[in-house]
C-alpha cells in the first residue's frame, strides 16, 4: 500500500465539511466512496481502478486511503482531468487510459490490468449497451477474487417517487403479464393520484437503466460474480418534489439517512445502490 497522501486527504475533509452546502448538488458519490473505503479497509486492498473516472472527483478518495489508483474514461477531456489531479498529487497520470468499458481490447493498455484488488463503476451499468460484456470486461481488470463495486440506479425507488416512474414501475414491472383491461384499470386509478408531469420528459438521447436490486444481484451471481450484496446510497427524506417546500432541512435529514442501519429502508428510499460483488476466480 501506498502512502496516505495528506493533501488528498485534505481534499476529502473539505468535500466532508461542505456535504450540507445547498449551492452543491447532492453528494451522493461521497457515500458512495465511504461505502467503498470501509469495504477496501476490510479486504485490505492496495489498488483500486476506477471506471468512469469523470472529472477526478473520486481520486482523492482513493489516495487518501493509500491505494493505488488506476482509471479509465470512454472521453478523452475526462481522461485529461483527471490525469492532471493525479499529477498535482504526486501520482501517476499514465495510470488512466482513455477506452470504452465494452471493448476489450482497448483497456490492454491499461497498467495493471487484472491485478488491481478493487474496482469502482459510479454511473457506467445504467449507461451500457451490453450489460453482462461490460461486468465481465470491469472483472478483467480485477485481480481473481478481488471486488468490483457497481453503482445502479434503483428502479424500486419509484415506489415512493409518486410521479410517472410510479405508475411505470407498478404497470411495467409489477403487473407485467397481466391483462390489458386490468392495467388500464390500475392505470386509471393511480395516474390521478400522482404527479404525471414529474420527472420531466428526457429532450433527446435515452432514458438511463434503472435496476431492481433483486434482479441485478441475481444478474451477477449468473455472471459468475460471488458474496453479491446491494448497498443502497443517495436517501431522500421523502418524496422529491417535497424538497423544494424546505430544501435546506431535507438536505440535512437526507444526510442523517445515509447512515440508518435497517437494511432495508434504502432499497426503497434510495435512488441508487452499489451492487459490491466477488470477481469470478
Known amino acids: 500500500m501506498n502512502a496516505e497522501q495528506p493533501r ?34 476490510a479486504m485490505s486492498a492496495r489498488s483500486l481502478v476506477e471506471v468512469g473516472v469523470g472529472s477526478g472527483n473520486g481520486v482523492p478518495h482513493v489516495l487518501s486511503e493509500g491505494l493505488s489508483f ?43 490490468r487484472g491485478e488491481f484488488d478493487a474496482l469502482v463503476a459510479l454511473g457506467i451499468l445504467p449507461h451500457s449497451r451490453d450489460e453482462a460484456l461490460a461486468l465481465m470486461n470491469m472483472a478483467s481488470l480485477v485481480r481473481p477474487g478481488g471486488r468490483v463495486f457497481v453503482e445502479c440506479r434503483n428502479s424500486l425507488f419509484s415506489l415512493v417517487t409518486f410521479n410517472r416512474f410510479t ?57 459468475g460474480f460471488t458474496d453479491v450484496e446491494a448497498l443502497p446510497f443517495h436517501y431522500h427524506a421523502g418524496m422529491p418534489a417535497l424538497e423544494s417546500a424546505d430544501p435546506q432541512t431535507f438536505r ?22 452499489l451492487v459490491s460483488a466477488v470477481t469470478p476466480r
Open 70 to 112: 488506476g482509471g479509465v474514461d470512454i472521453n478523452d477531456e475526462s481522461v485529461s482531468v483527471t490525469r492532471r489531479i493525479l499529477a498535482d498529487l504526486d501520482a501517476d497520470p499514465s495510470a488512466v487510459i482513455c477506452a470504452d468499458i465494452e471493448d476489450a481490447a482497448a483497456l490492454d493498455s491499461l497498467p495493471g
Open 8 to 41: 488528498a486527504r485534505e481534499i476529502v475533509a473539505a468535500e466532508t465539511a461542505s456535504l450540507a452546502d445547498l449551492s452543491i448538488g447532492y453528494p451522493a458519490n461521497h457515500f458512495a466512496w465511504n461505502i467503498v473505503k470501509d469495504a477496501t479497509r
Open 167 to 223: 405508475r411505470d414501475l407498478i404497470l411495467d414491472s409489477m403487473l407485467e403479464g397481466v391483462s390489458p383491461a386490468t392495467r388500464e384499470r390500475v392505470s386509471s386509478f393511480v395516474e390521478p393520484r400522482l404527479d404525471m408531469n414529474r420527472p420531466p420528459m428526457p429532450s433527446s438521447g435515452h432514458d438511463a437503466m434503472y435496476h431492481n436490486p433483486f434482479e441485478v444481484t441475481k444478474t451477477f451471481r449468473e455472471l
Open 252 to 273: 440535512n435529514e437526507s444526510l442523517a439517512m445515509e447512515h440508518e442501519q435497517s437494511g432495508w429502508k434504502g432499497l426503497f428510499l434510495c435512488s441508487a445502490f
